[in-house]
């Protein structure tokens, strides 16, 4: 991370001074203001831990004060953040054996609303197991669409499948995929009627099983079955196969039964797109789901705050 302060009255180490404030978002610090009082009033042994230096001739560490630990978040350039931590989280996991599920979402990010400002709206790129590669603010749905590129080109997609929700099932997101190298599973939505259609009129009835499930959580009971069919004339880039999920939930309180039916598209070939849990439907919308307090967690990777401001509170 680049440190954007003058040389001039430079005290304490850049990367120190993020380190404490992440620290300090860990253990519950949810406002500018508690985040620096934390970095003050942290004992000697934690601050040497974060990488603060000691006096020359006393030996010992002066803590930042608050107000350098606010300038300091304030002068942050988010997206280089997120790239540098995004990078951190690839390189610290070990190259995946089988396939790696990488989710494109957008959430609104709990806790950035201000009086003058509306809530931070971010797409962010999240494996499913929770580690998020890289996030950009975006401003409402039609710049997630725009950002969808722009936001997986600084990651490596070696052996990735992207799933996304319908919104960023886009005839570009597929052909740019195709050109990374990486393959794709998509929702397939009324916002693409022809493609929909399609999907849906295929004759299920007469395909196979190719597994089905059985889950008890949240006071219900789940079934979903699974059935791939490869499909030579889809209208969709380098889409191989369609999927069919079929979900049955009984409320066990009411007894009320639901089905839903959700159809996919996926570049992978025959006899590949049979999804193992990392990839399959049911891991990527939960994924979706989940994002709102993965991504704005403590383990987020940064804290947003809007340039030139320094608001009262921040995402924790």
């Not at 030996?59 to 997120?82: C, E, K, S, Y």
């Not at 975006?138 to 499948?161: C, H, M, S, W, Y």
């Not at 599973?185 to 999907?199: D, F, I, S």
């Amino acid at each position: 991370m680049p440190c954007p302060r003058a040389r001039r009255g430079i005290r304490h180490p850049w990367t120190a001074l993020l380190t404490a404030a992440a620290a300090a978002v860990l253990v519950g610090a949810a406002s500018m203001a508690v985040i620096g009082e934390r970095g003050a009033d942290a004992p000697q042994r934690v601050l040497a831990r974060l990488g603060f230096r000691p006096d020359p001739l006393t030996g010992l560490i002066r803590p930042p004060q608050p107000t350098a630990i606010r300038l300091g978040l304030a002068a942050v350039n988010d997206d280089a953040l997120d790239r540098a931590i995004g990078r951190f989280l690839q390189e610290r996991n070990s190259p995946p054996t089988s396939r790696r599920a990488v989710a494109v979402d957008g959430k609104t990010l709990w806790g950035s609303r201000t009086k003058d400002q509306p809530a931070t709206a971010l797409i962010a790129a999240m494996t499913h197991q929770g580690d998020v590669l890289a996030q950009m603010q975006v401003d409402g749905k039609r710049n997630e669409i725009q950002a969808f590129a722009p936001l997986l080109d600084g990651i490596d997609l070696t052996g990735a499948v992207i799933t996304a929700d319908a919104l960023r099932t886009q005839h570009d997101h597929a052909s740019y995929l195709h050109e990374r190298g990486t393959h794709y599973l998509a929702v397939v939505k009324r916002n693409h009627p022809t493609l929909h259609e399609r999907a849906r009129r295929l004759p299920w009835r007469a395909i196979r099983l190719d597994r089905i499930e059985r889950t008890r959580a949240h006071h219900h009971n789940e079934i979903r079955r699974l059935k791939t069919a490869a499909f030579a004339h889809i209208d969709y880039p380098h889409a191989r196969q369609v999927l069919q999920v079929v979900r049955w939930r009984r409320d066990l309180g009411s007894g009320k039964l639901t089905i839903e039916r959700i159809y996919l598209v996926t570049s992978l070939p025959p006899g590949v797109a049979r999804p193992p849990a990392a990839h399959s439907p049911r891991g990527s919308a939960a994924a979706g789901r989940s994002r709102t307090s993965s991504t704005t967690s403590a383990a987020a990777p940064s804290v947003r705050t809007p340039r030139r401001s320094v608001p009262g509170t921040c995402p924790a």
